[in-house]
């Protein structure tokens, strides 16, 4: 080769370390951005995790966990100026009056939200107060007055095992649990990339995955129907 050709041979493997060099940071600041992410999630949804794993175990041998739902029944009277303002509620059908509310919560620790709905029988009023791990309601007569508050509580299993589901908490659990459902995907996609990025050196890492999917669908296809 002549002197010229390889000065013109030069600027091209300049070229093509520069290309690799760029390729290369590249390739790091991904890597250290979905570290980042990825510990990120981890930590934000760690405490959510080892508690849906542990619950969904309970839940699955639901059967087999024995519980001794506890009840209790508070009886009271409503005072003269809100049995009138009952008999208001009762001839209008409406949603539970304020002042109501706030003497159910006082006195016989009734806890009806503002959205709660009346189911009306001639004069008595009916509230349902479901609540995870138990349930709940309250009565009250518009014309005497008369009031019944009953619970059940079933234990915090139970209370675990309707938070997982979403049952009865609410509008903010319900919330929370779509933010911890987001943070657990962005936690498993960051987790794909990493493996991605180190597969080169691990090369058992896409056979693990393609099992963690085969085991399930197998298992689904032949024991379910």
């Not at 995790?49 to 175990?57: D, V």
């Not at 699955?60 to 003269?80: D, F, R, S, Y």
């Not at 007569?141 to 019944?148: I, L, N, S």
């Amino acid at each position: 080769m002549s002197a010229s050709e390889l000065v013109g041979a030069k600027p091209v493997i300049n070229e093509d370390k520069a290309r690799a060099k760029r390729a290369a940071q590249r390739r790091a600041g991904l890597l250290r951005q979905m570290v980042q992410w990825h510990w990120i999630s981890a930590a934000i949804c760690l405490i959510g995790m080892l508690l849906f794993a542990i619950t969904g175990i309970t839940l699955n041998h639901a059967g087999a966990i024995e519980t001794k739902p506890k009840t209790v029944e508070v009886q009271g009277q409503l005072p003269p100026d809100l049995i009138a303002v009952a008999k208001t509620a009762q001839a209008s059908k409406s949603t539970l009056p304020d002042p109501i509310r706030a003497w159910l919560a006082k006195e016989v620790g009734a806890k009806a939200p503002r959205a709660a709905a009346i189911e009306w029988t001639d004069d008595e009023a009916y509230i349902a107060l479901p609540r995870p791990g138990g349930d709940g309601w309250v009565t009250f007569d518009a014309d005497a007055g008369k009031v019944m508050h009953e619970t059940t509580d079933r234990g915090w299993i139970a209370y675990l095992n309707d938070l997982h589901k979403g049952r009865n908490s609410g509008l903010v659990w319900s919330l929370f649990l779509d933010v911890f459902a987001l943070g657990c995907v962005v936690f498993c996609v960051t987790g794909l990339i990493l493996m991605q990025l180190h597969s080169h050196a691990r090369k058992i890492t896409w056979p693990l995955v393609g099992l963690g999917l085969a085991i399930p669908l197998l298992l689904a296809l032949l024991f379910i129907h």
